[in-house]
């Protein structure tokens, strides 16, 4: 009998205690990102920069493939454009033996999640794949093949100037015919760039609060 009212009353603690520090506890509400404006710009080193901007990737790199005995080359090039918030991709590769020598080529596009800072850019990236190559050593005969498959990639940049900067892009390409998974070293070249930072900047929101 005593151990069930001590139980009780150490029960009725417990929940009064866990409900007063609820009630207590602030809520945070969640951080709003402000309107889109495709026009909003940043200043950065002395100049304007559009905030909501496209840019190039060129490629040159390594590869390996569950078909080929050797690690292979390869060179790409990629376009990263947006719609309001939202960043695509879409590019091409080659891969050989050597640079710019071609046994299998591909297409791919993507949809990704772009972070951009004033010396930095990450991205990931992922999407349908057309490939198609060719395998066989002479004197055996050559064997086409093609088809569709998946491509994921992920990029690192550091960038020099706001809007140039080099890096490293990790990738994989997944099929029926072959996996193949590599890196390539990436040139970034991005469209940002306004001009000189002016008296008044109206598209920049710290300068115009009133700005949508």
């Given at each position: 009998?005593?151990?069930r009212?001590v139980?009780?009353?150490?029960f009725?603690?417990?929940c009064?205690c866990?409900?007063?520090?609820?009630?207590?506890k602030?809520?945070?509400p969640?951080v709003?990102?402000?309107?889109?404006?495709?026009?909003e710009?940043?200043?950065?080193?002395?100049k304007r920069?559009?905030?909501h901007n496209?840019y190039v990737?060129?490629?040159?790199g390594?590869?390996e493939?569950t078909?080929?005995?050797?690690g292979?080359?390869?060179a790409g090039l990629?376009?990263?454009?947006?719609?309001r918030?939202?960043?695509?991709?879409?590019?091409?590769?080659i891969?050989?033996?050597?640079?710019l020598?071609n046994?299998?080529?591909?297409?791919h596009?993507?949809?990704?999640?772009?972070?951009?800072?004033n010396t930095a850019?990450l991205a990931?990236y992922?999407?349908?794949?057309y490939f198609?190559?060719?395998e066989?050593i002479?004197?055996?005969p050559a064997?086409?093949?093609d088809g569709?498959?998946?491509y994921?990639s992920?990029?690192?940049?550091?960038?020099?100037k706001?809007?140039?900067?080099?890096?490293l892009e990790?990738?994989?390409e997944?099929?029926?015919?072959?996996?193949?998974?590599?890196?390539?070293i990436?040139?970034f070249f991005?469209g940002?760039?306004?001009?000189v930072k002016?008296?008044y900047?109206?598209?920049?929101?710290?300068e115009?609060p009133?700005?949508?």
């Open positions: 009998m005593y151990f009212a139980n009780k009353f150490f009725i603690l417990i009064f866990a409900g007063n520090v609820l009630a207590q602030e809520v945070t969640p709003e990102q402000p309107p889109y404006n495709r026009k710009e940043i200043i950065f080193d002395g920069y559009r905030i496209n990737t060129l490629n040159l390594f590869l493939s078909i080929r005995e050797q292979q080359k390869t990629d376009y990263h454009f947006h719609i918030r939202q960043y695509f991709q879409v590019g091409g590769m891969s050989g033996e050597d640079f020598s046994n299998n080529n591909s297409f596009i993507g949809y990704g999640y772009r972070i951009e800072k850019n990931f992922g999407g349908p794949t198609k190559g060719v066989g002479p004197p055996a064997m086409f093949y569709f498959g998946l994921l992920g990029q690192a940049i550091y960038k020099v706001y809007d140039v900067g080099l890096g990790v990738f994989g997944f099929n029926y015919k072959q996996i193949m998974a590599g890196f390539k990436a040139l991005s940002g760039y306004r001009g002016k008296k900047n109206p598209n920049v929101r710290s115009n009133n700005m949508k």
